[in-house]
């Protein structure tokens, strides 16, 4: 899915999308409210929930500090409707793209882009092809 396709896909869903905790390890196609993902808290019996904190591994810390920085850039340009970040330096194989679109839950998401494979110039001209207005 190209990263037109993808946040038109987000800005959809954004609005469908239940204001739960996300579960770390699991896939989903539905983007995530804006919120901490610290907590599991998933009903592992019928009869009770329990909130467990997962240990906190330097990818999770990355990726925390790239979700709050995309938050960051949309509240600190109120006009603006996405927010895109790209970090080439935490994985030695890929290129992450940390996309944030405004919306009233909020959704972030995370792209892996092989550095093998990319274009820089193409990924520069793909995300500036929404236009100032919309883009920081």
């Known amino acids: 899915m190209g990263l037109d396709n993808l946040l038109a896909t987000m800005e959809r869903r954004a609005a469908d999308t239940p204001d739960t905790p996300c579960n770390r390890g699991e896939v989903s196609a539905k983007p995530a409210p804006i919120q901490a993902c610290t907590f599991d808290?998933?009903?592992?019996?019928?009869?009770?929930?329990t909130a467990i904190a997962k240990p906190e591994t330097l990818q999770d810390r990355q990726r925390e500090a790239r979700r709050q920085k995309v938050i960051a850039m949309l509240e600190a340009t109120?006009?603006?409707?996405?927010?895109?970040?790209?970090?080439?330096?935490?994985?030695?194989?890929?290129?992450?793209?940390?996309?944030?679109?405004?919306h009233p839950?909020?959704?972030?998401?995370?792209?892996?882009v092989?550095?093998?494979g990319c274009d820089a110039w193409q990924l520069l001209e793909l995300i500036e092809r929404h236009g100032a207005k919309n883009v920081h």
């Open 78 to 102: 109120p006009g603006t409707q996405r927010a895109i970040y790209v970090d080439d330096a935490s994985d030695p194989a890929n290129i992450i793209v940390t996309v944030a679109v405004r």
């Open 105 to 112: 839950t909020g959704a972030t998401c995370e792209m892996l």
């Open 41 to 49: 808290t998933h009903d592992t019996s019928e009869k009770t929930t």
């Open 114 to 116: 092989s550095k093998a």
